[in-house]
């Protein structure tokens, strides 16, 4: 079955890192994008970061300078390394992969989704 899993997230004093790691199957990590979403309680879903097959990557106005993301083609894994976090990063995070249409740092193209990995940030 096709599938994406998310793994590192956890709780972390503002200021601290994270890596988030994605392993997706063969058929969704070559097809093109693949992205992180967020979503806080009670907010919308928010585009992170997004990474095309080439190695391009994509940044929300939110994340820039702090977040990097990056794609290990052997391992068919996507990672968000998350540095000088704030409290305001604190959200469910899910990984995306194979954007049908639209842009890569909004959900409503891509056709596959994880089931998130929780991060907190406490001040």
């Known amino acids: 079955a096709q599938q994406l899993v998310e793994s590192g997230g956890g709780s972390v004093q503002a200021g601290g890192s994270l890596r988030l790691s994605c392993a997706a199957s063969?058929?969704?990590?070559?097809?093109?994008?693949m992205g992180w979403f967020r979503q806080a309680p009670g907010k919308e879903r928010e585009g992170v970061a997004a990474?095309?097959?080439?190695?391009?990557?994509y940044y929300g106005d939110s994340v820039k300078g702090r977040f990097t993301i990056s794609r290990e083609n052997a391992k068919n894994t996507v990672y968000l390394q998350m540095n000088s976090l704030l409290p305001e990063d604190t959200a469910m995070y899910y990984c995306?992969?194979?954007?049908?249409?639209?842009?890569?740092?909004?959900?409503?193209?891509?056709?596959?989704w994880g089931q998130g990995t929780p991060v907190t940030v406490s001040s």
């Open positions: 990474i095309s097959i080439g190695g391009s990557p």
């Open positions: 995306a992969a194979d954007l049908r249409t639209g842009s890569p740092l909004r959900q409503y193209g891509y056709n596959y």
């Open positions: 063969g058929y969704m990590y070559s097809n093109n994008y």
